[in-house]
């Protein structure tokens, strides 16, 4: 049986999503597109999915009677209506980052999916399906005893001007603040931010690079270079020290050269081409669970609690060097 | 539109190709199997491919209305008939190594082929695929100046007593024969084997490890250690040098550890995980030529020359330290 | 002219300082010998040293008037009053750690030999006579732009019960405290600690490992773990993260091999391997400046400015979390 | 007691070695200099041995009664005469490469040390105190088991137009040569070379690179890639495999950056850099036999082995592709 999916939202990553689930992975088809700009949701089906119906609303798509799964992937100011018509219609939902654009639309979304009884929405956290955060999960899991400290960077070459403080929480470290709850399977406790001087690429309305260090239930502490100006690269580094020993996400494959008196090999500097592979894994894995009527992988919780966090950050941002609490409500029985 | 694909032989490689296009690949599904063991073709049709129809005969599967493309992955000895029975047919068919289990019937592939007028058939040489090779052939092509030399090991844990010293070139080398023409774009004109002693973990009907020593037709030497008793790992090696600079083939992604008073991270042991992602580039890329009605990738004319090839390195082999010319006869122009 | 020395403290240190003086380096000779414990000088003087004369007190070794420069290897809380002495005698003095036990201590010293008028004293910080910071030092000053964020690691691999949470600071950071400020070339001005759940293998009066977080004049941040039961083995670690780019202290050289299904080095277990070639290296330093009637290297202040330092490290540990301000005095001419 | 050396031939070589004993290393002096160009004497006995007595020969500095020890980096066609008569004299020499300029010279120095009865003489093949290839030789003797296959590679930026296809052998190759009958504990029998085109930054009378494959009497074979315009840095590799798995030399320290897209560290590009602190190594081991009156590390017997082999080398390039049998006479017992 090919599962059938309705796009909301055809822009780039709806359109690339399309491609990925037409062209590259297997069980799926596309059968319905919308998008507030109509042209941009016909030029995906004129490249792309040819016999899908393209429907005025993304409620219209959601009720047509031959879309099994829905993709959410319109402007994230409207994620959480999409989300909750496809939980009331009860069709399996992917939506990108975020869930919400509040932690409390968020919560809204868990609780009309914990009233619906069965999970039927995969948030778009593509990093727990990347090799190299697999591999290192397992190390922690298996190699090197319990966690206690977590070293991290995520650096990107430059940013734009309108690119401000808080934004290196929402848009930046929202990768980081999923990924280690799930690499730890724990959960956070406080968080707190520190700023070294800037750096002369940065702008006016950016501090940048920050240090933001998060403290775990269990004790674990974990600390976050965030540099969007660093210039040299895309570069996500993430180092665990366990009661036995130290994992350490791989370096992503290069070929190593010796030339002009350097042994070199080429550092990415588009996140795309860091985490291209992770999102034919993700939507894989979405395919394979909505065929059964559910979703796998990250959860509404998950997207809620990373909008917790996320808040707690930017106040720790303006409260700089103080920890400031993260509690979190308790964890529907749903989601463990 | 979906590519229907027959597959003969339901083997371990073929149940895997089986699995691979109806789970994980886009855009063809299995509709006929074929094997002399019908209760092997039985298995994978309830396993994997529900909807396949089983055929008495490879010949009768390739003559099915309803087949579009074919998978050979029968027995060694029988590709040849398949083969060309499909090239009769005129449906693209994807052959397993070898092409053909003497270089003369690979000759006769070619021959149909040609007459053919159009490529069908691509040979299952998988490295070519694999992400690594093509980021070394990138550099290769651009980064280190033309090639000078090739260091390269094909490296085994163990190999069972059966395997005698010629098996060193038919089973293992092939790879590396194939796979050099493709990454240097050149043609081998000699062949040349030395035997250091050998390992104490070898048997009594296998020189191991040996040295082969390949030149080309524009004057590049590569030597290639061929060790299937190695005892520590999976290891696949190669080092290209240029005018300008080196470039290295990357090792496999892994986790590197802290442990116990070692920097270290886990070596492969097993060929399959090393090579595994290259099987469904390489068919997905068979998928999307064979739906045009034609081949790409490894053809009849590499098939060929491996075959040519590994002829000349046994006869090096037998006549230890002297140079075995290698003598193509001229390449026709569908293979340019 | 060969640079006369005495040796006040016999012990493993001064023993092996007398040793390298005498059998690896060039234009010093030990001519005097001096400890509470006699036999153990005694035992120098048969083993190493048979020209040396044997001295009651430091004081008379000061005095003797063969002796041109002296090494104070003594008992961490006699280093004071040997110091001062020497600096009263206008002779060069070798001083290892710590200068003084008290912050007080070592400005006395400060204060004595600025008096002087002229660099006398050495303090026995052996890390920037290290090859690997030699080298990051002059990435940090001529490749990679400005130094923004520091990330460091000082790991062993176990301690005794006796090894308490301020010995963290005094016994195991105090290198990192004098390392950062000549590899930044910048002054400290605020010090915090953070805790992580303690590790299984630590004890009951310690708290490990730590995250000791320091602040420069520049606004430099720079985050160090110091985990002293980290079980795998002893290992440096520092990054430095600039405006352009990002350098990183080499690990120890080391024979990569690959063996059971594991690429591995060994990691070492013993700091004595780690910085064993940096004593040579500022000894002999030491030679040559003594020789012209001065001291080079890490200066008192920079012994006195360790122990301000410390000192408020230790407070922040007293003030989890807390920022904890380090106010330096001016500093002296002599020391710019 | 402090050796008494002389110093025969005070180039480059002569003088660096001179400022090494005199400013570098315990345990030994400069008290004679002598040069076929007595300005050259004069300089570094001014500049660096205020103290040492000029001599209008070899012969007269030899017959000094106050030298106790002879070091000859004279130009290499003098050698022999120097060496002889300091056996002769029965005084320690070390004598930098060539021992002498032809296999039957060597020899006449091996008879005449074995006449005296004991060692007297170290020849200059300094790799084997570089602290790379003796941990290399330790993880060979203890780690791996027993050596197989050595491959190897000794690359130059850049050599001028002088420099012919022998001298590859003689002046480059010469260190591999000695240091694999070391690293290996194991003699030749057996030398090929083989020739790949030549890079296009070689010159008219210089075949670059070449590949010299050696054979010991164990069965191991040893392929070297030589490659003197290289271009990209000076570089020295060597892999040896043996029966439990592989070592390889470590690369030389270097600080790892993160730079312009790039994760590099420099590459050397001088052989002096590569290899400067093993001259300190081994002339300290000089220093300390000849002050007892004998010799230590490279022996004569290992000179002229070297002077035979490189014979039997440069014949195999002129049978490019032939083995040349490498017939060593029986080993004097004072060299076992």
């Known amino acids: 049986m090919t599962l059938r999916i309705g796009v909301i939202g055809t822009g780039a990553i709806g359109r690339d999503h399309a491609r990925r689930i037409n062209h590259v992975l297997g069980g799926a088809k596309i059968v319905a597109l919308s998008d507030v700009n109509k042209a941009s949701a016909e030029a995906v089906k004129k490249d792309i999915a040819p016999d899908a119906v393209i429907y005025d609303t993304g409620e219209a798509l959601i009720a047509a009677s031959d879309v099994d799964a829905v993709l959410v992937t319109s402007w994230g100011a409207t994620h959480e209506q999409y989300v909750l018509a ?3 219609a009860g069709k399996p939902c992917f939506c990108e980052k975020p869930l919400a654009t509040t932690a409390e639309g968020a919560r809204r979304i868990v609780d009309a999916e914990v009233e619906h009884g069965k999970r039927l929405v995969q948030v778009g956290f593509m990093r727990r399906y990347d090799s190299g955060y697999v591999a290192l999960k397992q190390a922690v899991d298996t190699r090197i005893g319990a966690p206690i400290i977590v070293h991290a960077a995520h650096r990107n070459p430059a940013v734009p001007e309108q690119y401000v403080t808080p934004m290196a929480i929402h848009d930046t470290l929202i990768h980081e603040i999923d990924v ?3 690499l730890l399977d724990d959960d956070y406790i406080s968080a707190r931010v520190l700023f070294p001087r800037s750096a002369a690429r940065s702008h006016a309305k950016l501090k940048d690079p920050q240090i933001v260090i998060l403290e775990t239930a269990r004790g674990t502490i974990i600390n976050v270079e965030v540099f969007v100006n660093c210039h040299y690269g895309y570069d996500i580094q993430c180092e665990v020290v366990g009661e036995d020993g130290i994992a350490r996400l791989p370096e992503p494959m290069a ?3 010796r030339l002009g008196a350097k042994l070199q090999n080429d550092i990415l500097t588009d996140w795309k081409d860091r985490f291209i592979a992770s999102y034919d894994v993700e939507l894989q894995d979405f395919i394979h669970a909505a065929a059964k ?3 796998s992988g990250p959860t509404s919780w998950d997207g809620y609690v990373a909008a917790i966090t996320s808040d707690a950050c930017v106040t ?5 060097g103080q920890a400031v609490a993260i509690n979190l409500p308790t ?5 463990n």
Chains 1, 2, 3, 4 share one sequence.
Do not use: D, N, S, V
């Open 86 to 88: 496809a939980i009331a």
């Open 180 to 182: 280690f709850r799930w």
């Open 255 to 257: 070929i190593q050269m």
């Open 293 to 295: 009527g559910t979703a």
């Open 316 to 320: 720790a941002q303006e409260k700089e």
């Open 331 to 335: 964890r529907p029985a749903l989601y």
